[in-house]
């Protein structure tokens, strides 16, 4: 049976409306079926994924930890979910000012994490063909890594998902994680979520 989720993309727009609105982007044919095994091994269960999480990447752990959407959706996809976690690095480089707005915006918190969950098992053998995926929060291209030297004469070697490089990927459980360099979320987001920053972070004026 073809997988209901992993699509390829003919035709992607990012504009801010679309990455706050799912299902703008035209999907056409869909990647081929996992095998029947590995359909039946999953279970919806998440405590063994959040505690590799948990010691792993503990700080997007923290982001997406109180979020009920999130996990609830998780349990509602029958053959288990993916997860793209963001390394120590790539939540640091995000900056205090930014990672504690997300604390206090529970809402936005809730958009960025949500560009991080697939709700259906996905290899990195899968993406390594596939021109998107449909997260929770909506489509997200998919792309390759060229090495070389500046990209020439290189060939591909690696899997990108919204520009930020795969890493290695885990299985656990139900889930497959990934380990990603970056959020893979829109820039967009990420632009929201400064805009959001600086409002609440206003810069007083220096006495002459």
Known sequence: MASSAIMLLLLFSFTLCGAFSPGRYVTISRMPARSATTAIRVLPITS??????EESYPSFRSLVRNNEKIWNATLDAEEGY?????????????????????????????????????NELVTEEELSVAGGVVTQGGTLPVGQQTCGIFGLGGKECGVTINEANLVKSSEISNCIIHEVDSLVCPESVLQHLAVMTDLNNPTEDEDP
Do not use: M, Q
């Open 48 to 53: 063994e994924v959040e505690g590799f999480l």
């Open 82 to 118: 993916t997860i793209f976690a963001p390394s120590e690095d790539a939540i640091a480089a995000l900056g205090e000012e930014k990672l504690s707005h997300l604390r206090d915006d529970a809402e936005l918190a809730h958009i960025v994490a949500s560009y991080h969950f697939i």
